[in-house]
């Protein structure tokens, strides 16, 4: 294992390469650091490459004039070359973390000391792109090969110096499909509720990062065992058997899609039928800093989840085609597969049968239409412009005439106020 032994270089790598190369030349030391050595290692496409230097911020600008700091507190400047933005980063030490998030102060210091300060082995190798060596400190390529995630040097200093670190090691293991270190895990476990003190965006984008990959199921496993599910979000699972639903979700999740995980780790949690989706998306949404449209998805989905398979054969057929006709009902079908696979036949059946009629034609009837018909505008108008489609869907109106003229009909009967 190792970089000689990856075939093929991209155009980043290439000029990351560079980069070191002319700080080599300048006198510096200049390597690969961090994500970028381990995911080569791994044969995985590093999604950017950084470079760990002895020069100073002062050095690299006097190397690079355009080079500009992006996190000179940290010793951090940033050089384009050939189009691509690398990270160049001075060897540092850190102090303490009195906030547990950043150290309260950073010191220039030699590899040795920057690769002490790092949160695991796997994430503390040094790759020199000129020399193709590698710099491995604390066995970080020994963990690759026996698939380990463990904190470089004692676990319960890593992990207090930045809490996140806990939810860190929990994507990397499943990412990777690799274990926590017992260690390193007992660490996380002893300090789990720390979490509580953590930025709630920064927690929240661990999480989606998580769910948003392929081994979901992996990541709810070990934030249920560890007892980081329970901290992060506010309260323990009343029904965990598992990420059994988690699991069944299709690989390659789409970004929009977040809500499909997160219902299913609802689901997981709780079983689903008993909760109320808007107080589970409103927690949800201020445990993890949900965006309107992940929030709104997460109450739309659970709302779908309870309609089926208990009310569906209760329902009519206008209101089986609206439901059917919801975003996320598909997704919600699926899950349901892991229960009750009669029923998603039975289901899957009817909705074929309505689809024939098609699920969710164009209304017939719009409020322009009302209006265009002497109508005054009022708040029954939704009402009546709903009351018209459920006949539409149901067949019993056909044209536009149809609609209008079962909207003179019913407009008498429709509550004023709405």
């Given amino acids: 294992m190792g ?9 980043a790598e290439v000029a990351a390469t560079e980069v070191a190369a002319k700080l080599q030349r300048a006198g510096y030391q200049a390597y690969f650091a961090g994500g970028c050595v381990r995911d080569r290692i791994l044969d995985l496409s590093p ?10 911020p002062e050095d690299v600008r006097a190397v690079f004039p355009r080079a500009h700091g992006v996190g000179e507190f940290f010793g951090v400047m940033l050089v ?3 189009g691509w933005p690398i990270q160049v980063a001075t060897f540092r030490t850190e102090g303490p973390y009195t906030d547990h998030r950043r150290p309260d102060h950073v010191e220039a210091a030699t590899l040795e000391d920057d690769a002490a300060r790092r949160d695991f082995t796997i994430n503390g190798m040094y790759w020199d792109p ?27 200093e890593r992990l207090s110096e930045d809490h996140l670190r806990m939810l860190r090691a ?16 007992a660490a996380i476990t002893k300090h789990a509720d720390a979490l509580a003190g953590i930025s709630r965006e920064r927690i929240g984008e661990e999480i989606r990062r998580m769910f948003l990959d392929d081994h979901r199921d992996v990541a709810a496993t070990h934030l249920e065992d560890l007892g980081l599910a329970r901290s992060v979000l506010g309260e323990s699972a009343t029904e965990w058997t598992g990420p059994r639903h988690l699991a069944a979700i299709p690989e390659g999740l ?7 995980a997160l219902a299913a780790w609802a689901i997981d949690r709780t079983g689903g039928r008993d909760v109320a989706p808007a107080e589970v998306a409103a927690a949800w949404r201020d445990a993890l800093v949900l965006s309107n449209s992940d929030r709104n998805g997460l109450h739309d989905l659970l709302s ?28 919600m079908l699926n899950l349901l597969g892991v229960d009750a696979v009669d029923a998603v036949e039975v289901i899957s059946a009817r909705v074929t049968e309505l689809s024939a009629d098609e699920l969710a034609p164009e209304p017939l009837l719009r409020g322009a239409s009302l209006l265009e018909a002497g109508f005054q505008a009022g708040p029954q108008f939704s009402q009546i412009i709903e009351m018209v489609y459920d006949a539409q869907l149901e067949g019993r109106v056909e044209t536009a005439e149809e609609a209008l003229a079962l909207a003179r009909e019913i407009w008498p009967k429709v509550d004023p106020a709405g």
């Avoid at 970089?3 to 155009?11: H, I, M, N, S, Y």
């Avoid at 929990?170 to 895990?185: C, H, K, N, Q, Y």
Wanted: zero cysteines.
């Fill in 130 to 156: 000129v020399a193709k060596t590698l710099v491995d400190p604390w066995g970080g390529e020994a963990d690759l090969e026996a698939g380990i995630i463990r904190a470089i040097r004692d676990p319960e």
């Fill in 47 to 56: 999604e950017d490459f950084d470079v760990a230097t002895s020069a100073l």
């Fill in 3 to 11: 970089f000689e032994t990856v075939r093929g270089r991209g155009e």
């Fill in 254 to 260: 789409d970004r929009e899609d977040y809500p499909v």
């Fill in 80 to 82: 384009h070359n050939n």
């Fill in 304 to 331: 779908i989840w309870q309609q089926i398979p208990d009310a569906w054969a209760d329902l009519g057929v206008a209101k089986q085609k609206r439901l059917a006709a919801r975003p996320g009902f598909s997704a």
């Fill in 170 to 185: 929990v994507r990397f293991a499943a990412r990777l499909s690799f274990r926590i270190d017992p260690e390193t895990a």
